[in-house]
T-cell receptor, first 114, second 117 residues
Framework: DAEITQSPRHKITETGRQVTLACHQT?????MFWYRQDLGHGLRLIHY???????NKGEVSDGYSVSRSNTEDLPLTLESAASSQTSVYFC?????????????FGQGTRLTVV | AQSVTQLDSQVPVFEEAPVELRCNYS??????LFWYVQYPNQGLQLLLK??????LVKGINGFEAEFNKSQTSFHLRKPSVHISDTAEYFC???????????????FGKGTKLSVIP
């Protein structure tokens, strides 16, 4: 079965370190997204990509970057981790074109910055 | 741009009682509407969606939602809840038209449903 997987599921890192969260999907979806989930804020869009070599900033992109070198992967990098980036991160993917089917989500990565 | 408001952050309800989770949205373009459910320590799972046609849509686990265009609402209902329905529920919208940013889902802040035995 097709799926979308995130790794690691849990990570603790120190302030100032660079951290990369992996997202891999086997749906062959063109669209991929990174969200963060925080209490009282719901899910907020960090970055998104509509295809290989395409990346775009979302609502809360400061301090984050992504790259899309193939269809399956969209890694999220925190350039210099800050305590404010402690959160649960979700990767999602959806088909090319208009979003009639919604998006499929990974299980999430819980990141703690100490 | 779109925005989604879920009026209730927490909803406690007794087992076998009915429940309604409210969702209102704002958008300058036509949108698709979705409800997602998140069980503890899991990702989001699609519960149901409204694309067009009948304004009453049925989803998994006995949930249904009604689209009201004049009130820009998409409330989620279940006639009789079970303990297993305890979860967080998110309402989301996505634009119908193509264009920059058009494939994104915009989420509400979520409603935590707690089913009391």
């Amino acid at each position: 079965d097709a799926e979308i997987t995130q790794s690691p599921r849990h990570k603790i890192t120190e302030t100032g370190r660079q951290v990369t969260l992996a997202c891999h999907q086997t749906w062959n979806h063109n669209n991929m997204f990174w969200y963060r989930q925080d209490l009282g804020h719901g899910l907020r869009l960090i970055h998104y990509s509509y295809g290989v070599q395409d990346t775009n900033k979302g609502e809360v992109s400061d301090g984050y970057s992504v790259s899309r070198s193939n269809t399956e992967d969209l890694p999220l990098t925190l350039e210099s981790a800050a305590s404010s980036q402690t959160s649960v991160y979700f990767c999602a993917s959806s088909e090319k074109g208009l979003n009639r089917k919604g998006a499929f989500f990974g299980q999430g990565t819980r990141l703690t910055v100490v | 741009a779109q925005s989604v408001t879920q009026l209730d952050s927490q909803v406690p309800v007794f087992e076998e009682a009915p429940v309604e989770l409210r969702c209102n949205y704002s958008s300058s373009v036509s949108v698709y509407l979705f409800w997602y459910v998140q069980y503890p320590n899991q990702g989001l799972q699609l519960l149901l969606k409204y694309l067009s046609g009948s304004t009453l849509v049925k989803g998994i686990n006995g949930f249904e939602a009604e689209f009201n265009k004049s009130q820009t609402s998409f409330h989620l209902r279940k006639p009789s809840v079970h303990i297993s329905d305890t979860a967080e529920y998110f309402c989301a919208v996505a634009p119908k038209e193509s264009g920059a940013g058009s494939y994104q889902l915009t989420f509400g802040k979520g409603t935590k449903l707690s089913v009391i035995p």
